[in-house]
């Protein structure tokens, strides 16, 4: 069975003190999550504060971006090493913010995934099309795409225990959700690509969370389809209530 898991992308809110609160309220609320996961990616300047607060509890830390390099002259990037060493156990890898602002490419999501799992971290690789796309009936290709582009490369090994997350741009901070059964629809599509590509017990073990104006109304409906396995909240997890309630309605 695959544990359900709650994500928090903080993207850039929340200097360093007002993380650090934040942080303190979600291990007190959430460090009970039986069998729910609990992750929290703040901005990078907040990182090492709020990895000092999660230490030793059950929430993960997670980073939002991170360069492919192991190390060298690119200004203002951030190595998987350096993530690892502050605690960090995942990595939000090709959110479509990025893609749409900071020109990141299928080729680029494939080289950070290979960067982050070559230190230990778990990339959540997002995927997702815009409403254009939806609209032409290009959804299914344009997801299949991204995958192929971001999983180029790897091994069965290196896909076991992945973490996805479906963003349909258009929900992404839009209160407008996909469907519970257009979300379990492409979740069901994802699965079958990676088992195309990987195996079907691969496709069986990764889990796939599902991004896009996820709000304590509609998270139980959403969390409770079997093919989603968990979320990735952007809004609503910078508020302790909102994301406490989201991370409860994920038990199963
Ligand atoms: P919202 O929950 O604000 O729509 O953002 C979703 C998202 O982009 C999470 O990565």
């Known amino acids: 069975m695959r544990i359900p898991l709650i994500a928090g992308n903080w993207k850039m809110y929340k200097t360093s003190s007002e993380a650090i609160v934040l942080a303190e309220a979600v291990v007190k609320a959430l460090s009970m999550p039986d069998e729910t996961q609990v ?18 509890s059950k929430i993960g830390l997670g980073a939002q971006d991170l360069h492919w390099a192991k ?10 090493e350096m993530l690892w060493d502050i605690g ?15 020109g990141e490419t299928n080729e680029s999501v494939n080289r950070k995934s290979l960067a982050a799992l070559a230190s230990n971290l778990t990339p959540i690789i997002c995927v997702g099309e815009i409403l254009f796309e939806r609209e032409a009936g290009h959804a299914y290709a344009v997801v299949e795409a991204q995958l192929k582009g971001a999983l180029s490369g790897l091994t069965s090994e290196q896909v076991q225990g992945l973490i996805f997350a479906y963003e349909p741009v258009w929900a992404i901070g839009t209160g407008k959700t996909a469907t519970p059964s257009q979300a379990e629809e492409m979740h069901a599509h994802i699965r079958k690509t990676i088992a195309l590509l990987f195996g079907a017990e691969i496709a069986q073990g990764v889990r796939i969370l599902y991004g896009g104006s996820v709000k304590p109304d509609n998270a139980k409906e959403l969390l409770g389809r079997s093919e989603i396995d968990g979320a990735l909240v952007g ?8 994301f406490a309630a989201i991370a409860k309605a994920a038990k199963r």
């Open 71 to 80: 190390e060298g002259a690119y200004t203002g990037e951030v190595s998987a």
């Open 235 to 242: 809004g609503a997890s910078l508020q302790i209530d909102s």
């Open 88 to 102: 960090c156990r995942y990595v939000i890898v090709g959110h479509s913010e990025r893609r749409q602002y900071f």
């Open 39 to 56: 992750v929290v990616c703040p901005p990078f300047t907040a990182l090492a504060a709020v990895g000092q607060i999660v230490a030793g």
